[in-house]
Nanobody, 125 residues
Framework: VQLQASGGGLVQAGGSLKVSCAAS????????VGWFRQAPGKEREFVAA????????VYEDSVKGRFTISRDRTENTVYLQMNNLKPEDTAVYYC???????????????????WGLGTLVTVSS
């Protein structure tokens, strides 16, 4: 399983970005997909996740109403649309996947087996 995250960049506060996570070697719909981020000097934190075999999504409280996960089945890609970005959203964003994770563990980064390289999102004030 290989994951490739892309789409990061520099944006002003209040702006939007859409980051992508493309999978190869696996049917993505059979996997839970999580987005995590890590800011300089901080621990990795949960952002959002898609439940496997489902269109259910889970969001960290600080991004609810601003970030949205979606899935393109034909492209085998999961997206994270980020609106109304804030400087505190600045971080390297990672996507991760697992076909064995349970719902209660979606927020736990250590439960994901597969990781892509991160993509940097910088929000200027």
């Amino acid at each position: 399983v290989q994951l490739q995250a892309s789409g990061g960049g520099l944006v002003q506060a209040g702006g939007s970005l859409k980051v992508s996570c493309a999978a190869s070697g696996v049917a993505f719909n059979r996997y839970a997909v999580g987005w995590f981020r890590q800011a300089p000097g901080k621990e990795r934190e949960f952002v959002a996740a898609k439940v496997r075999d489902s269109d259910r999504y889970v969001y960290e409280d600080s991004v609810k109403g601003r970030f949205t996960i979606s899935r393109d089945r034909t492209e085998n890609t999961v997206y994270l649309q980020m609106n109304n970005l804030k400087p505190e959203d600045t971080a390297v964003y990672y996507c991760a996947a697992s076909n064995r994770i349970i719902f209660s563990s979606l927020r736990n980064w250590s439960m994901y087996a597969y990781w892509g390289l991160g993509t940097l999102v910088t929000v200027s004030s």
